[in-house]
């Protein structure tokens, strides 16, 4: 059982600042891309931004140079560090990765896992 498990999340007043994490835990060999999404009412999931197992990062444009994406791959933890926040920022915010796990049949597969998702509201 794989699962991610994500914090941090909370109500913020516009301008200032949050960070997520999300860790990864159960049984795999490694994590390649790790991500964040986010989803607001009546609106489809976007991507936020995502890193790369070696550090590559790309962010939305509507988030360049206010959030920061980083990963700790000994703890298989990715962050985001939110600053500047803007009201149209409010959603809840979920945390994706794709994990290389146990196949049944091959020796590996890749897995992609969904956290649950954390609020992030920012007031006016």
């Known amino acids: 059982q794989v699962q991610l498990v994500e914090s941090g999340g909370g109500l913020v007043q516009a301008g200032g600042s949050l960070r997520l994490s999300c860790a990864a835990s159960?049984?795999?060999?490694?994590?390649?891309?790790m991500a964040w999404y986010r989803q607001a009412p009546g609106k489809q999931r976007e991507l936020v931004a995502a890193?790369?197992?070696?550090?590559?990062?790309k962010y939305a444009d509507s988030v360049k140079g206010r959030f920061t994406i980083s990963r700790d791959n000994a703890k298989n933890t990715v962050y985001l560090q939110m600053n500047s926040l803007k009201p149209e920022d409010t959603s809840v915010y979920y945390c994706?990765?794709?994990?290389?796990?146990?196949?049944?049949?091959?020796?590996?597969?890749?897995?992609?896992?969904w956290g649950q998702g954390t609020l992030v509201t920012v007031s006016s």
């Open positions: 890193i790369t197992s070696g550090g590559s990062t």
């Open positions: 159960g049984s795999f060999f490694s994590i390649n891309d």
């Open positions: 994706n990765a794709d994990l290389v796990v146990a196949g049944t049949l091959e020796l590996y597969r890749y897995l992609e896992v």
